[in-house]
């Protein structure tokens, strides 16, 4: 892997080198150069509390590292969470190693009016639910670790450039945030300690660092990974249950993974005879073979390109009447455990999803021109 590294003036790293692969892990503790401004810590001379880049907090805040002014609760212990993405965009939280699993539910967030839209299913009601405004960035995930995907919103704030987190916790119905992260940050939330919660993180591409945010024990760590021009594609590719930084990389078509399992470097490369890759591909990455492991995939056009687990081949799949401008939305929707190759067509809001259980396409109108889909599991 040739990943460059930039230099970060004021900070220490342990640097981790095995022949050409090189990560940089850094683990930022309260002490660690709190007075620089921009780490949670506490002021010695007032005693005021500041979270992560400078964000004060209230007085009752329970920890400098938390961007909250009280502790989460303690969540029941949950399966292992699997993210699926769509380039960096999260489109899902799913049980991982698990089968006959809920099917993910429709659902589309209008960011014209902020509304949540959710189709109704196996007797449920239809849900409408107002959370986040236009411009903001849907980032919806299980933050309590109960089971249920949580109605999120991240949004830049131009007044303080931070990016500024607001979720609805659906364990208790209650709101919680705060600000992790610069307004130019990507946001990319999955869970990356394996406690069943979506833990906060964002991707910079300034310096191609990933912070992220442990909702097991409030640390922040932070990790240089990738290098200039790579898309951020977090996944559980080593099926530990914890998501890996994982970058794709268009100048050699390849996928780069940090694997959390054994702190190795994995790379997937993914050309195919017939196929040129371009800058509008998108990474799909989810598990397509059931083995509790994320398969590394890219939609190419209206092609899917996936990587068998062993990683030794890549093969095609080309769903009739898919077009390339449709927004990939793979996840498992027919419960069997397996990621389903599926879009969405903004045009006419309908989903078509071809279902691995049965091989059929589910064609389901959902949506409106503008809307943004973002299956997962609403309802358990």
């Not at 500041?50 to 907090?57: P, Q, S, V």
């Not at 191609?208 to 559980?236: E, L, R």
Request: proline letters at 6%; a negative charge.
């Amino acid at each position: 892997m040739s990943t460059s590294f930039p230099p970060e003036q004021g900070l220490r790293k342990r640097i981790l080198v095995g022949g050409s692969i090189m990560a940089v892990v850094v683990l930022v503790t309260l002490g660690a150069m709190g007075s620089n401004g921009l780490l949670p810590h506490t002021d010695g001379l007032t005693g005021k509390k500041f979270g992560w880049f400078g964000k004060e907090l209230p007085k009752n805040a329970g920890s400098t590292w938390n961007p909250f002014a009280a502790p989460l609760p303690t969540p029941t212990p949950q399966l292992a969470k699997e993210y699926i993405y769509a380039g960096s965009r999260l489109l899902a939280v799913e049980d991982a190693n698990a089968n006959a699993v809920p099917p993910a539910d429709l659902a589309v967030w209008r960011p014209s009016s902020g509304q949540w839209w959710i189709m109704a299913g196996n007797g449920s009601p239809q849900v409408v639910q107002g959370w986040g405004m236009n411009g903001d960035i849907p980032i919806a995930g299980d933050y309590d670790g109960d089971g249920k995907t949580d109605f999120a919103v991240a949004r830049a704030n131009g007044t303080t450039h931070t990016l500024d987190w607001y979720v609805i916790n659906s364990s208790s119905g209650a709101s919680s945030g705060g600000s992790f992260g610069l307004d130019s940050d990507k946001p990319v939330p999955a869970d990356y300690d394996g406690d069943g919660r979506t833990d906060w993180a964002v991707y910079r591409e300034s310096n191609n660092t990933w912070y992220i945010s442990k909702s097991s024990n409030s640390q922040v760590v932070y990790q240089v990974f990738g290098t200039s021009g790579d898309k951020p594609a977090p996944a559980d590719f080593d099926g530990d249950g914890k998501a890996d930084p994982t970058v794709w990389r268009l100048s050699n078509t390849t996928f780069y993974t940090a694997r959390s399992s054994d702190n190795s470097t994995q790379s997937m490369n993914m050309a195919l005879a017939g196929y040129t890759y371009a800058s509008g591909d998108v990474p799909v990455s989810g598990d397509y073979d059931g083995d509790g492991k994320a398969n590394y995939a890219i939609r190419n056009g209206s092609s899917w390109l996936i990587a068998n687990g062993s990683l030794s081949s890549v093969a095609a799949n080309t769903p009739s009447g898919d077009q390339a401008g449709d927004t990939p939305v793979q996840n498992d929707y027919d419960g069997d455990g397996i990621c389903d190759i599926a879009v969405w067509r903004d045009a006419n809001g309908t989903w078509y999803i071809r279902q691995s259980a049965n091989a059929t396409t589910r064609t389901v109108q959902w949506g409106t021109s503008g809307d943004i889909p973002v299956p997962a599991n609403w309802r358990r």
